[in-house]
């Protein structure tokens, strides 16, 4: 199979031209033989003698964009005055704001909104906490919560560090689902101080999405969580990544004409997205999984500290093999990688069965580059936004909330779960499959709808749904 690289680093080059006809043509050429992509081009202001354009280019890395620069500046009538980077900017002052739905244009409003009249609302929501579902944000309104120690595949980065990433999961929360959510990072990585806080902060919440934050603590917060409050906790790492996963690989199945029962699955990273992935599989009725951490294979020749490896090894690897990557991977039918980049190695690909099914979900960089795994492979998938075939939470997490929200789910469960992953490959129909597309565009509208009307589904079906309707297709 073929993959297609759609982005890069994007850099701004603001530029000095002398106004002359011809000078345009330099910029384009010295862009266009450094291997720079132009994605579009600003004039900021013209004089008789200069003109000072932004050059917007895409490249592949910081030193190929300082070549360019180079490239650029030997020129005469060029002159570079600064280089910008495009996601840098758009970072400027963070990413999402709070509106208000309704304006306050005067006293007699101001009294409403506001002290006195804002009391009787209190007053009532007091009495039937309930009402707070209809009467304040906690309807629609999810807390992502993270504590910084699994930021992508960057580790353990902090509260600070991991607050772009959940600003952006909040931002796509409202832009694909409508859903209200607030990024929520906590300067503690005490599991019983993380428990506390965020059952404090609940009454606001009509759900908790926790976010990165590193396993095994993730599996006591979120079974805790879960336990403790009365609206639904969902890991995302876990769960959403495990929802996606399943859904590319039922579409990638019937690709190569291989059943789920059949497949030997080798999944390397079994922290919080290798341990849901693998829970998900096998409750899809997958029978041979192998886990590969660091220090290689879990099998049931060791005994493990950590109890979910210590779980895992008595749950998986039916043939009790022992080694690393290069024992598991022979004769595996899929890859599956939730761990670091290059992990994965070209002779690895040749060891495995026909067809390979490769998913190098690591973010922001995949277990192997898609274009080196590409000539051994049939099929590809990674996390990114930039290749096809994106297996990332967030064609889940919004609506699957969405969906959890809507009937006023007290929870979201397996049944819930594994409604999801089915309404996700069904988006993409039999005509459509194909080696570049086993799972929709995140940009895909149909997505959110067919998980949150699944999920809705799947939460009355199990009792789990508090709002009471006669069809479940009118819960809006
Ligand atoms: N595409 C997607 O939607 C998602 C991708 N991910 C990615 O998966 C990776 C893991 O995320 P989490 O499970 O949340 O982190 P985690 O920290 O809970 O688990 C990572 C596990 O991978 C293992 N690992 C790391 N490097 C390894 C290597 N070179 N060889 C073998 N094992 C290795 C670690 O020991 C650990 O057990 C990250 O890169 C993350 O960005 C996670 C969630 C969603
Ligand atoms: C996508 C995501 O949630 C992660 O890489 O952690
Ligand atoms: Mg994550």
Same mark, same amino acid.
């Given at each position: ?400 909330? $969405? ?42 509208? $149909? ?30």
């Amino acid at each position: 199979m073929a993959t297609e690289r759609t982005a890069g680093l994007s850099l701004i080059y603001r530029l000095e031209l002398k106004n002359s006809s011809h000078i345009f043509g330099l910029v384009a050429h010295h862009i266009g033989e450094g291997d720079g992509d132009i994605i579009g081009v600003d004039v900021v202001t013209v004089s008789k003698d200069v003109v000072i354009r932004d050059v917007n280019v895409n490249v592949f890395d910081r030193e190929h964009g300082n070549r360019i620069r180079e490239r650029l500046d030997a020129e005469d009538g060029i002159k570079v005055i600064n280089v910008s980077d495009r996601t840098y900017l758009m970072h400027l002052g963070g990413k999402i704001e709070m509106r208000s739905k309704i304006a306050v244009r005067n006293r007699d409003e101001l009294s409403r909104v506001y002290t006195p009249h804002v009391a009787d609302i209190c007053r009532t929501i007091a009495e039937d906490p309930k009402q707070a579902f209809k009467l304040t944000i906690k309807k629609n309104t999810v807390a992502v919560v993270s504590d910084g120690t699994a930021v992508l595949g960057l580790g353990d980065i902090g509260p600070y560090g991991a607050m772009p990433v959940m600003e952006g999961k909040a931002m796509l929360f409202k832009q694909f689902a409508n859903v209200d959510a607030f990024p929520i990072c906590l300067d503690t990585k005490d599991t019983e101080e993380i428990i506390a806080h965020v059952k404090a902060i609940a009454p606001a919440f009509g759900g908790i999405n926790l976010e990165d934050i590193s396993s095994p603590r993730c599996f006591e917060i979120e079974a805790r969580l879960k336990q403790e409050l009365d609206i639904p906790v969902f890991h995302d790492d876990q769960h959403g990544t495990a929802v996606v996963l399943l859904a590319g690989l039922m579409n990638a199945c019937k690709l190569v004409d291989k059943t789920l029962d059949s497949l030997k699955i080798v999944v390397v990273g079994i922290g919080a997205a290798g341990i849901a992935i693998t829970k998900m599989l096998t409750l899809a009725g997958v029978k041979n999984i192998v886990g590969v951490d660091r220090a290689g294979i879990i099998s049931r020749h060791e005994s493990y500290e950590n109890p979910m490896w210590q779980w895992y090894s008595e749950n998986t690897n039916p043939e009790n093999v022992k080694g690393s990557l290069d024992d598991a991977i022979t004769g595996a039918d899929v890859f599956i990688g939730v761990s670091g980049p290059g992990v994965l190695k070209v002779e690895h690909l040749q060891k495995m069965a026909k067809d390979p099914i490769v998913f190098a979900m690591a973010n922001p960089n995949p277990e192997i580059d898609p274009e080196v795994a590409a000539p051994y492979v049939r099929v590809m998938a990674t996390g990114r936004s930039d290749y096809p075939n994106q297996i990332n939470n967030l064609l889940c997490f919004p609506g699957i909330f $969405k969906g959890a929200l809507d009937c006023r789910a007290s929870d979201i469960n397996e049944e819930m779960k594994l409604a999801a992953s089915y309404a996700i490959a069904s988006v993409v129909n039999e005509e459509e499959l194909s080696e570049q597309y086993i799972i929709p565009s995140v940009f895909n509208k $149909k997505v959110v709808e067919a998980v949150r009307l699944a999920v809705i589904e799947a939460a009355y079906e199990t009792g789990v749904a508090r709002r009471r309707y006669r069809n479940y297709k009118d819960v809006k």
